[in-house]
Structures are given as structure tokens and as C-alpha cells.
């Protein structure tokens, strides 16, 4: 009998980072399909299992076997404490490219300014295991209860002071809160299970996808440029535009003229394209990219 196709069994995380990571995967070459109300999505790669499940869940469904891979958190899989093995480091996020942070905050007007003021003291949070070893870590003695969401009203009527998520901290500041301290500072990660990571086909399928995430992400923001230019402006094209110090040259068929190719940030391109113009440069050409591997 012939034998079965192998598959890896690769979870999503549903939610607030679940367009940013399809988006992510599709820049690397995956193209993921998601229903409505699927929880199985399917890609242009059969090789995938594909899984939709909670953030907050995934590096628990790892620890146990139950799938190969995933994309989580950080913060979720120090909360769930278990034993993965970190392929990549993924900077990027629900809404903007800064990472997630946990904070301690308590109102505008509370007492609280420093974390031992919080001993005897009562914290809402959905992060109850990162608080609790912050707590532990530093010596204070405080009561921790889960909250199920919309943490930030809990204060101060029933709770004294919150750990929450924030990107930008504009709704801190919206709801007249305080950051006090910053528990933990999160990127989505990419991870393996310790099984995944012993199985050579596993692991070597597991490191490609790693790779191809990271020159997505690599990419990011950035545009390839290319044009024709009389051979005689390079030198001041080069002193004059920092960001094409380390441009590809070549010789073109037309005697006196050279082509050149770069990679440079799209926000200066608008900067830059008038000034190739007045070097001379002919035939310039913008065009986007999916992954930079270094």
C-alpha cells in the first residue's frame, strides 16, 4: 500500500490576530481559506492541517500534542507555561507593527503608584498566570481574579487595580487609567510542539515556513526601485541618496549607461523619485515586494 500524504497539523489564531496573520501567510506564499463560520481552514498547501483556535489556547493544545504548530503570542504561551520550542519571533500585531503589552493600571486618582502597593490588594486580569508570577516575583501578596473582558471598568468599584493588553495605551487613557508598571512586552511567535520538533520531516517542513515568515515580515514596508542612469551621475546618485548605497550596478548595451536596482523604504520613495529624475535617470520603475531574505 502506497503510503499516507504526510500533514502538519499548523493552528491560527482566531480573532484579533487572525486577519494580520493570514495576511502574513499569504505574503510568505500560503494562501489560507477561511468560511464564515469554519473553524477548518484549507490552503494552497496539502500538506497543511490547518486549525482556527484561540490565542489563548494554542500554546496549551501544543504542550499537549494535539497539534505540530502554531502562531501565538508570546504573552499566551508564558501564561499557559509549557514547554515549546520557538522557531521565530514574528513583530507584528493586531493593529499596528508595535508589540503587546501588559500593564498594571489603576485609576487616575488611586494611591496605588508603585506595585507593593498593591499587597493585600485585589487585580483583575485574563493574564491570571503572567500576573500572578509578576506578583511572586516581586514579593507581594495580592488576590488575582480572572476577568472575562472589558477589564478596564472593574475599577475602582469592584477590583483595585487591572492587568490588561495595550498597543497604543489610547484606552487607557480614555477610560482616565494609570499605567503603574509593564508586566510583559509580547510579539506573536511561531512555535512548535516538543513532538513536532523531534519528527525530521515535521521539523524540517516547520523551518521553511519559519524562514518564508520571516522574509515576509522582512519585506515589510519596503519597495524595489529600478532605473536607467548616465554613468556619470552614479557616483553623485550614491553620495547624494543614502538609501542607495549599496545599489546593484549593471553595464547596459547603450555605451555611458548603467542600470540600477535597490531595495530602499517605501515612505522615502516619494522623496527619491524626483531626485532621480534631475540626475537623469530614465525608465524608473516602483515595484512591490512579498519577502527579503537576508
Known sequence: ????????????????????????????????YVSSRGLRPSSNDSELDLYLIRAQEIGRYLGQGF?????TGYDWAYENGVDLI?????????????????????????PIRKPEDLEGKRIATEGV?????YLKERGIQAEVEFSWGATEVKVPDLVDAIVDVTETGS?????????????????????????????????????????????????????????NLPADRLPELIEKLPSLRRPT??????????????VIDEIVVRDIIPELKRLGAEGIIEYPLNKIVP
Request: glycine share 6%.
Open 171 to 227: 484606552s487607557i487613557k480614555a477610560n482616565r487609567l494609570r499605567i503603574v508598571d509593564t508586566l510583559l512586552t509580547s510579539f506573536p511567535h511561531f512555535y512548535a510542539s516538543p513532538a513536532a520538533a523531534a519528527d525530521p520531516w515535521k521539523k524540517e517542513k516547520m523551518d521553511r515556513i519559519a524562514l518564508l515568515l520571516k522574509a515576509a515580515l522582512c519585506a515589510r514596508g519596503k519597495v524595489g526601485l529600478k532605473m
Open 86 to 110: 520557538d522557531l521565530a519571533e514574528l513583530p507584528y500585531s493586531r493593529a499596528t507593527t508595535r508589540p503587546t503589552k501588559w500593564v498594571l493600571v489603576v485609576p487616575e486618582d488611586s
Open 249 to 262: 550596478i549593471s553595464q547596459l548595451s547603450e555605451e555611458g549607461w548603467v542600470a540600477v536596482e535597490t
Open 129 to 133: 498566570g503572567i500576573t500572578q508570577r
Open 67 to 71: 497539534i505540530d504548530c502554531g502562531i
Open 1 to 32: 500500500m502506497p503510503d499516507s500524504p504526510r500533514t502538519l497539523r499548523f493552528a491560527i489564531p482566531k480573532g484579533s490576530l487572525e486577519e494580520p496573520t493570514i495576511e502574513l501567510l499569504a505574503k510568505a506564499g500560503y494562501e489560507i
